[in-house]
């Protein structure tokens, strides 16, 4: 009996380190810090910055990039032409979906928090007193459509 019982555990084991063995020569991204690049992000408002991660999000195609809002960063209701998910990695962005910028609707997102906004959905979100750095992910192309002209930080001079 014993004999059976070592060849079954043998056998579960053997199937598992073939489950388990790591891929070698697998293709993948790796980004460090000192990797990321970060741009001005005149769409975004003064003193934001991007950072693209992984793929082009000006192309289709899945990618991942970085924000870099300073603080008092208001960000005005907008649009973008595909679903975005986003996670807050360091600070706090306060966030909502409306068409009216309101922000007692607004929710704090700290590091970890996550929300997905499906394309075309009206938004805003804000900073208050510190930096704050989002990652978002999504499938391109990605742009932004403020729903009111006078709040795009790009056309301001």
């Known amino acids: 009996m014993k004999a059976i019982q070592f060849a079954a555990v043998s056998v579960v084991l053997g199937l598992g380190s073939l489950v388990a063995a790591p891929t070698w020569g ?15 992000a005149p769409s975004i408002g003064p003193g934001a910055k991007s950072a693209v991660i992984d793929g082009d999000p000006g192309s289709t ?24 998910s986003v996670t807050v990695l360091s600070g706090t962005l306060y966030f909502s979906s409306g068409d009216k910028f309101d922000t007692k609707k607004a929710k704090a997102y700290g590091p970890g928090g996550y929300f997905s906004i499906e394309q075309g959905k009206p938004m805003f979100g804000y900073t208050k007193g510190q930096e704050t750095i989002l990652q978002l992910h999504g499938t391109g ?10 709040d795009d930080p790009a056309k301001k001079k």
Request: hydrophobic share 30%.
């Open 26 to 40: 697998a293709e993948y991204t790796s980004v460090t810090t000192s990797d990321i690049h970060w741009k001005d």
């Open 61 to 84: 195609g899945p990618f991942v990039m970085r924000l870099k809002l300073p603080p008092k960063t208001r960000i005005g209701v907008h649009t973008h032409p595909t679903t975005e």
């Open 141 to 150: 192309p990605w742009g932004i459509a403020y729903a009111n002209p006078g």
